[in-house]
């Protein structure tokens, strides 16, 4: 077996045309080797086998199959050459190998050679002639050509004519190549001698062996007839288009005979032999050709007619027909996808190869040029690569998110008239590429929480959304590291990873924190991820969890504060101001106070929004010189909560009525037992130094209580005065102006006596230790009693 091999390689964009052609002989068995594909086209087998090679052959017959394994073209069916190319030469099969990952397409051709596997075959095993015997030396009589499918040596090549008394060959070679066969008379006839003749026509190829075929000639000798039919054209042309009904005429052609009579009678047979000619064209008794059979230029392009005029006495005359089938734009053209990708990457770069496609029209001339384009406003493009094949392309950035999908329908058109058109569609699935960072459905968010909250409460949801797809879509929320007021966010607050929920990590307390922000990420799953960052406020709301709380007047458990009111007050006297203060914010803040208790209730009253406390009435001698008063705060939150403070009022116009009045006052015999725990504890860490200081300390207290026991046996409360010219300047209701008094005692205390002074720098008196009320400070400007027996002289500031 010869092999032919030639690798032509052409880079287009992305992929590689490269045609190899090989030789064989026809009829080789099946499995028998055509090549080394692989080999030679310079791949290897594993790029075979990655790139699922193939064999297209559109809708031709695929005579081959490719073996991947070893990269190798087989025979796949027993091929005929004469089957498949009859006598056209050369015989070739052509078909592409397209391989994938990336697109390629090598174009093969496998050229068919001959054998001489066909004998030379005549249609007609017998003919008969009938010859006057007046016919001249030299008459011809045309006989049927044999038919013998195989080309070149292996074809027809010679004649003999057996036995050749008579009668000799004659071959003429035709414009076609064929060789027209006539049987000229060498020797004149004698019907009474012999009145019929049997020949022997043998037809020979040139093959090795060689092959034969017979007919036998049958001559009977008629009474003489010595003029010929002779046509008035040695050629005749005609033409038809394929398309044309059966019956049509093709041409007409005429045969004289110069005889008279029935010798002169001219009949008219066509001397074709082949079956394809004889079975599509027939001549009436006029000369007409006439069509039998359906014309397809895409087949047949050209017919050749012997015919033949006979007349009565036997005599004939030859001629030829040639016969051009027009075209028609009776085919679409055929388009077939040979490879085409399901997807491609939004990222594709432009020109990327999408598909081949190879377009073929079997009409010729315009009818057989084809253009193809695409349906327009789509990225794409489609470009010519090489004879009858086109490339689909990227033409411009892809998008997923504008479009996921493309239905891509290529249209072929020829340029017939009227124009024929195929088309194919292509559905291109776009796949995604994480170029979309996630967007949060806001700028910033607030959301608003109620203080003493559950932890592990939700607040709220932020929300993100990714414009990709799957993977790359999948959005996770993630708490940004931050600090407020030097305490991790995380301890604050946490986010769901997938959900973009907010939970409330601890309990708020509106007094302690208002308000504060953090960030939060939102990142999707896509490599390398992207991500977007929003500012998320969140802001405490109040609750009412806090009583008010009383700042004036201060309750303590170790000493006793009156408000004295002299009797002389007017109606309004303003006789102290309690003052509150509610840590919460808003209406729970609202303070409103009332008058719960009161010795004599209709003696005073408490401004609602103030916390004034002013006589309602003139003080007269009958009121009792002590009065207390019991005032409720409360603030203006759901439910509302409250303070109580409780005031003594001392009603006098002196000093001494007033103390004299207090003495029975009940001592507060309760004792602070968290004092007590501090002070025991203090006493176990200290020093034997602080042992020491204790004992001198309490030596210095045993001294003054020698020099004081006078004061102090009398157990009389000081009752504080507060003058007329007393003012609320500030309006706090704390006392604001200091007044000094001058205070002297005698072992009598009725005796005793207190006159006002000058403003001094302090605002609170002392009361014994035993009483009850409100203490802020005492301030003594003066050693009280420095001898034991002498006046007591005390000097107490407000």
Not at 172 to 185: A, F, R
Not at 589 to 617: H, P
Not at 652 to 671: G, I, M, N, Q, R
Not at 677 to 691: E, G
């Amino acid at each position: 077996m010869k092999r032919q091999v030639l690798v032509i390689s052409i880079f287009c964009l992305s992929y590689v045309i490269g045609q190899v052609t090989y030789s064989i002989p026809e009829e080789m068995v099946r499995g028998s080797l055509v090549g080394n594909i692989v080999q030679d086209l310079g791949l290897d087998v594993k790029r075979l086998k990655s790139g699922k090679a193939r064999i297209y052959t559109g809708d031709s017959v695929q005579y081959m199959e490719l073996n991947r394994e070893r990269g190798v073209l087989l025979i796949k069916e027993k091929i005929d050459r004469e089957a498949l190319c009859r006598q056209t030469t050369p015989c070739a099969l052509h078909f592409q190998i397209t391989l994938e990952s990336p697109l390629e397409l090598f174009p093969v051709t496998v050229e068919i050679t001959d054998i001489n596997d066909n004998a030379p075959v005549f249609l007609k095993e017998e003919r008969v002639f009938e010859i006057s015997e007046s016919a001249v030396i030299g008459s011809k009589f045309m006989l049927e050509k044999a038919i013998d499918p195989d080309i070149g040596q292996n074809g027809l090549q010679r004649y003999t004519l057996k036995p050749s008394d008579n009668f000799m060959l004659k071959l003429h070679t035709q414009s076609d190549g064929s060789k027209k066969v006539e049987m000229i008379l060498q020797k004149p006839l004698d019907r009474e001698k012999q009145d019929h003749i049997s020949l022997i026509l043998t037809a020979e190829d040139g093959g090795e062996p060689q092959m034969t075929g017979t007919m036998r000639i049958h001559v009977t000798v008629l009474d003489a007839n010595d003029n010929a039919p002779v046509f008035s054209k040695a050629i005749y042309r005609a033409s038809i288009t394929e398309n044309s009904l059966k019956g049509t005429l093709v041409t007409k052609v005429t045969a004289s005979d110069a005889d008279k009579g029935s010798n002169g009678e001219v009949t008219y047979v066509i001397g074709n032999s082949m079956d394809s000619v004889s079975k599509l064209f027939h001549i009436n008794s006029e000369g007409g050709v006439i069509l039998d059979g359906p014309m397809d230029y895409e087949k047949e392009r050209i017919y050749s007619l012997d015919i033949e005029a006979i007349d009565q006495g036997g005599l004939s005359d030859s001629s030829k027909i040639i016969i051009d089938v027009t075209d028609v734009n009776d085919n679409s053209p055929i388009v077939n996808m040979i490879s085409a990708s399901g997807s491609v990457p939004e990222d594709s770069a432009q020109n990327t190869v999408i598909a081949l496609i190879s377009v073929n029209d079997p009409d010729s001339d315009n009818n057989g040029k084809v253009t193809c384009v695409i349906n327009g406003n789509i990225p794409f493009n489609i470009k010519v690569t090489s004879n009858n094949f086109y490339s689909l392309v990227t033409d411009s950035d892809l998008d997923r998110e504008r479009a996921s999908e493309y239905n891509i329908t290529v249209t072929c058109s020829d340029e017939g008239v009227p124009s024929l058109s195929s088309s194919v569609t292509l559905t291109l699935q776009i796949s995604d590429v994480n170029d979309n960072a996630p967007v949060f459905e806001r700028s910033s968010y607030e959301a608003y929480i109620v203080e003493n909250n559950t932890p592990g409460l939700s607040i709220f949801t932020v929300k993100a959304r990714d414009a990709d797809w799957n993977q790359n879509a999948r959005v996770s929320y993630i708490l940004e590291d931050s600090s407020v007021n030097g305490v991790p966010v995380s301890s604050y607050v946490s986010v769901s990873a997938d959900s973009g929920v907010i939970h409330a990590v601890r309990s708020f307390d509106y007094e302690q924190i208002k308000d504060f922000q953090f960030h939060v990420k939102a990142q999707d799953g896509g490599s390398p991820p992207l991500s977007s960052n929003v500012t998320v406020k969140i802001v405490i709301q109040d609750q009412n969890d806090n009583p008010p709380q009383v700042l004036y007047p201060v309750q303590t458990g170790g000493s006793l504060v009156a408000e004295m009111v002299p009797r002389s007050a007017d109606v309004g006297y303003l006789v102290t101001k309690v003052v509150a203060v509610d840590v919460d914010s808003g209406q729970n803040a609202w303070l409103s106070y009332k008058l719960q208790k009161a010795t004599d209730r209709a003696l005073f009253e408490v401004g609602l929004q103030n916390g004034e406390i002013r006589t309602i009435r003139q003080v007269t001698d009958k009121d009792a010189v002590k009065q207390r008063l019991t005032v409720i705060v409360e603030d203006n939150g759901q439910p509302s909560r409250s303070a109580t403070v409780i005031l003594n009022v001392a009603v006098a116009d002196s000093f001494p009525e007033v103390l004299s009045e207090f003495t029975d006052f009940p001592h507060d015999k309760e004792y602070n037992d968290n004092l007590t725990f501090y002070l025991v504890l203090a006493l176990a860490v200290v020093s034997f130094l602080f042992i020491t200081c204790v004992v001198v300390i309490i030596s210095v207290k045993i001294y003054r209580w020698r020099q004081s026991r006078i004061l102090y046996h009398s157990n009389l409360p000081v009752i504080p005065y507060y003058p007329p010219r007393y003012s609320d300047t500030l309006g706090t209701g704390t006392l604001q102006h200091v007044y000094n008094y001058e205070v002297c005692r005698t072992t009598d205390s009725r005796k005793s006596d207190c006159k006002f002074g000058r403003a001094g720098s302090q605002n609170v008196l002392i009361m014994d230790p035993s009483s009850t009320g409100t203490m802020q400070r005492m301030q003594t400007e003066k050693s009280i009693l420095d001898e034991p027996d002498s006046p007591l002289e005390v000097r107490l500031s407000w």
